[in-house]
């Protein structure tokens, strides 16, 4: 079975617009373009650099984004591989492993690593179209919950 670019194009489509992505949009948005809501839908005029640094700062983050699927596309075939050749082992281990997270998780053994936590505090918004790009590369951990079904689904085909 093989999916078409049209068929590729509508389930990102429907992913996009899926509830958890979509909202996530606009603040995205205001916070690349350093501007907020009430700027942008305001009744002031708003100037048109705002518009301009909106536009170049969200080709940046969309950059961003593309070059992680990009990635995850070109090394599906690899994986796919991989996975296949060692899948009994694979097994064994990811059983091993939700077994120890079990009994992590019920207190019965304590794991120090899996109660560590790391934050990024920023003081101000990304720096410029770099710091959208980066935004972009980041913001797959938010998004994949929602698009990884599709996603995933259209890897394994591109793998197989």
Known sequence: ??????????AGL???????????????LCFLG??????????DETPSHVYKTVVL???AFVLGFTTVFVILGATA????????????LL????????????????????I????????YHADARPAGLL???LIGLACDSCATPCIGPVLAAILLMAAG
């Not at 079975?1 to 509508?10: E, H, I, K, Q, S």
């Not at 350093?34 to 009744?43: N, V, Y």
């Not at 075939?77 to 009994?88: C, H, K, R, S, W």
């Not at 120090?112 to 934050?119: D, S, T, V, Y």
């Open 112 to 119: 120090p690593l899996l109660h560590r936590e790391a934050r």
């Open 77 to 88: 075939t690899v994986a796919g591989q991989l996975l296949i050749e060692n899948l009994d």
């Open 131 to 133: 710091g959208a790009y």
């Open 57 to 59: 700062s969200s080709l």
């Open 14 to 28: 429907l992913s996009f617009l899926s509830p958890c992505v979509l909202p996530l949009v606009p603040p995205y």
């Open 91 to 110: 097994g064994k281990i990811a059983g091993v492993i939700i077994i120890i997270a079990g009994l992590h998780f019920l207190g019965v053994i304590h």
């Open 1 to 10: 079975m093989n999916v078409t670019y049209f068929g590729a194009l509508v």
């Open 34 to 43: 350093g501007t907020t809501f009430d700027q942008l839908s305001g009744e």
